[in-house]
C-alpha cells in the first residue's frame, strides 16, 4: 500500500514540473530517451555489437541448452525401461555440466583459436584474454563470451547423443571419460575445421556445414554404431523386445528438440536477418515433411501410424536439414526432410535387424544417417540451379567436397571411437554386470529410483 502511494506521489510531482515553465527536466529526459535507443557499443568505441544480434544469440544459446535439458533427457527417458529413465536423466545431466567446464578449460580455445592444421591451441584456455568488450573477426556483431557459450552448448549436446545407442548397459564412470576423451578428440578437430576455419576441413576447402551435420551428426552417430557394437547387445537382444516404457516423455521430449532447433540452426547464422529467419523456416518444413513420411510409411506397411514413428520423424528431418539449413530453400527442405525420413527408416527398421546391432534409441540411425543425407544433399538442393537454392556453386563440386568430408569424419569419429572404447574396456571396464543391468542402472549406478510406490 504504501509502495503504491509512493507511486502515485512521485507520479504527481513529476507531472507538476512537466506542467511547469520549468523546461530543464522535459529536455533531460528527450535526452535520456535519445541516449537509450541508440544501438549498443562496448566501452572501447571501436566495437561493432549489435543488440539484435546479441539478443536473437542469448535465445539461441537458451534453447540449444533447453535441447539438452529437459528435451533430449525425456526423449530417451521415455524410450527405455522404467528401471533405467533415471540413469538417462543423470546421464544428460552430468554431461551438461562436465563437458561445459572442459569447454571452459580447453575446450574453445582447441576448436576457436590459433591456425594450425588439426585443431587450434591453448591461446583462450580458460577465457584467457577473453573480456566482456572482446569480439571474434568472424562474428563482430555479437560478444566473444556469447559465442563460446553458445559454441559450448554444440560441445555439450553432441556426446548426449550418442548416450542413446548404448543405453542401459554401459558404466556411467565409462560414458562420463569416453565423451571427454572423444570430445576433444573428434569434436574438437571437426569443429575447428569446419567452423574455425570456414570449411578448410582436413585437407579440403569449401566444406559446408552451417550447424553440424558433420561436425554434431556424423561424428556422433558414428561414434553410436561403434560403442553400441564394441559394448555389446543388451541381454535378450534380439529375440526380447524392448518397448518404451513412457511414450508421452518421449514425445514431449521430441517437441522441446524441435523448439530447441530452431536455435541450433537458426542461431548458427550468427544474425537476427533474413538468412536465420530462412534457417528457421527450412527447419520447420524440413521437420514436418520427415514426420509425415515416416508416418506414411509405417501406415503403409502396418496398417496404422505410430506416435513413435512421427516423432522419430521429425527428429531424422530436423537432423537431415541440420547442415544445409543455410544453403536449402523450403523445396529443398522439403525434399530433404522426405529422403531422410525414407532412409533413416530404413536404417533403423532394416540396417539394424539385417547386421544385429544393439543401437538403443537409434542413434546410428537417425542422426547419423539423417546428418549424412543432409551433408550430401545440400549439393543439390543447395546450388542456385535448383529452385531456392542458395549456393553458389558448381553441384558436381560441391558434390565431391561433401562427400569427401563425410567420409573423413566417418573414418576419425570410427578409428578414435573404437581405440579410446578398447582402452577404457581394458582400464575402468565398459559395461555394468549382469545382475545391474537386471535390476537397472538407476540403482546400481546411482542407487534411486525413477518411480517409487
Known sequence: MHIFALKRDSSNHVLTMINSRNLLLPLLLLLILALSSTPAHAADGDSTINSGDTAW?????????????????????????????????????????????????????????????????????????????????????????????????????????????????????????FSILWSLLVYVPCCYGVWHKAGAFLGLTGVIDLAGGIVVHITAGVAALVACIVVGPRKGFPGTPFLPHNLPLTITGAGMLWV???????????????????????????????????????????????????????????????????????????????????????????????????????????????GFVGTILLAVFGSKSFAGGLGDFAIGQQLRTQFLAALYTIILSGVVSFVLLKLIGATIGLRVKPQQEDEGLDLADHGENAYND
Request: glycine share 12%; aromatic share 12%.
Open 57 to 177: 544469440m542469448l535465445t539461441s544459446t537458451a534453447l540449444v541448452l533447453f535441447m539438452m535439458i529437459p528435451g533430449l533427457s525425456l526423449f530417451y527417458a521415455g524410450l527405455v525401461k522404467s528401471r533405467n529413465a533415471l540413469s538417462i536423466f543423470m546421464q544428460c545431466f552430468a554431461l551438461t555440466c562436465i563437458m561445459s567446464l572442459v569447454w571452459f578449460v580447453c575446450g574453445y580455445s582447441l576448436s576457436f583459436s590459433g591456425e594450425g592444421g588439426f585443431m587450434g591451441n591453448f591461446q583462450k584456455m580458460f577465457l584467457n584474454g577473453v573480456t566482456p568488450d572482446s569480439t571474434r573477426a568472424d562474428c563482430p556483431a555479437i560478444p566473444e563470451l556469447l559465442h563460446f557459450a553458445y559454441q559450448m552448448m554444440f560441445f555439450m549436446i553432441t556426446p548426449g547423443l550418442f548416450i542413446g545407442a548404448f543405453a542401459e548397459r554401459m558404466k556411467f564412470s565409462a560414458i562420463m571419460v
Open 260 to 370: 530447441g532447433w530452431f536455435g541450433f540452426n537458426g542461431g548458427s547464422q550468427l544474425h537476427a536477418n533474413g538468412a536465420a529467419a530462412m534457417t528457421v523456416v527450412v527447419t520447420h518444413l524440413s521437420a514436418c515433411t520427415a514426420s509425415i513420411v515416416w508416418a506414411g510409411i509405417e501406415w503403409l506397411r502396418n496398417g496404422k501410424p505410430s506416435a513413435l514413428g512421427i516423432a522419430t520423424g521429425s527428429i531424422a528431418g530436423l537432423a537431415a536439414i541440420t547442415p544445409a539449413s543455410g544453403t536449402v530453400g523450403p523445396m529443398g527442405a522439403v525434399c530433404i526432410g522426405a529422403v531422410a525420413a525414407a532412409l533413416c527408416w530404413f536404417a533403423c527398421a532394416k540396417l539394424k535387424a539385417l547386421f544385429k546391432y544393439d543401437d538403443s534409441l537409434d542413434v546410428f540411425g537417425v542422426h547419423g544417417v539423417g
